[in-house]
């Protein structure tokens, strides 16, 4: 049995025209209980998105909860579309309550599913079997496919002890990496997700990549990484999305950031990362803005919400010294016209040339976001590196 030394991520996921989320959270919290990186799809998933988020997230195994009958099919379709995309290793487990029969589950294991957990078992014995089940080392593997090779690098990035960033030293295709911070609940992901929508129309044959900060439990080391969950757009084989624990780093990035990072610029494939932090505090850098070695980013994005908390609270926000472009987001909120005009004043007397954008990111087609958006494509071809 192989020793779990590393934390365990699994993706969990309820199928297409399933709306029974309330099971699979409570596994959600109990895995991370368990110390398990749990990477959350939500609910009503294709058997595709489930795959493809896998893969890019290079997860020990996919957990599906199904309450709406179709399991038999879609256990197996999830199966296949992993064995098309180059994930056939990943094992493919779950449950459903009194919906799953013991004759389902015999016909569901000769199609390849791994194991399906029944009612009434206790969640303390599922997360021990889980933990057993799946618990392996990942290693370099020649024969992977794009995505999964990609995944497999940033994986091996994340478990290294290395602290050191990995510079390639590529200089190939320009890729533009943008990073985007701000409180937690502001928008970050939202923006994204728009931004994300944006970026597929612009560039027809282009792709893009997400790196997706979120803190790691500081009592267990588990996670919930829940950005996927929002990121409706990021369906779409042309994004490469992958989520990180912070691991008890403590800067807003995970410690293998700056690695994720140059394992996609050096493939040569992206004109676009962003990458979003954790939720971040007063006296941030997550992307070493103000540090003397170089920065992780191209250009950086502060998203806030308007409520702050007042004029003093805005002096002490390190990053509004260093983003290039500010967004206040939620401007569909009364507080928004005080907010601009307090923040206006605050990056005016920076005297930088820093952008300040109103958005509205949960409305689509919100003409802030367009602005912030055109703003960033102008200024990407020329900073990129
Ligand atoms: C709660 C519930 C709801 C809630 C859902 C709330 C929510 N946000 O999840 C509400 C009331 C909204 C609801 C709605 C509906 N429901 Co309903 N619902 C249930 C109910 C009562 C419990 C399911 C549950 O959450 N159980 C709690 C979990 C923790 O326990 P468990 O199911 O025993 O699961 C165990 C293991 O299987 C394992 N497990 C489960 N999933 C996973 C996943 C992983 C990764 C792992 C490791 C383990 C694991 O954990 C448990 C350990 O003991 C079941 C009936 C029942 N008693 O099962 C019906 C049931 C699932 N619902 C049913 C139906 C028909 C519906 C509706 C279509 C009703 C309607 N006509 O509108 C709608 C559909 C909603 C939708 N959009 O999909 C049917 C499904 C019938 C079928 N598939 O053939 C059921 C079986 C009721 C019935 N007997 O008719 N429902
Ligand atoms: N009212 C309003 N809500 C928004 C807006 N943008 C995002 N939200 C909501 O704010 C919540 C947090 O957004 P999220 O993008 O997850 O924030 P993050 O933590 O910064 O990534 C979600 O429920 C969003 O739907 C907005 O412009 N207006
Ligand atoms: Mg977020």
Redesign the pocket.
Known sequence: MPILRKPLRIL?AVPIC???????T??NVELARHGIEVIYLGYHCSATTIARSAIQEDVHAV???S???GHIVFFDEVIKQLKARGGAGIPV???????ITRADERLMKRRGVDRI?????P?NA?MEE?KQLYARLPKPDGKLTVDSALARKITLAEISASKKRQNSGFRGAKTFVMGVAGPGGAGKSTIIDEFTSRFLKLRPDGRMAILANDPSHPDTGGAILGDRVSAIYAQDDRVFFRSLATRGHLTGLSRAAPAAIEVLRASGQFNLILVESVGIGQESDPFRIFSRGRQLVDSSLLVLAPHYGGRIQLQKIGMLNGADFVAINKCDHPMALTARTEIGARIESNDRGQRLFGTVAARHFDTGVDRLFAAISALSPRKAR
């Open positions: 969990t399933d709306g029974h989320d309330s099971a699979v409570t596994i957990g599906i909860s309450y709406n009958g487990f779950g449950g459903g309550g009194g919906t957990f029944f009612a009434g078992t969640l599922m889980i």
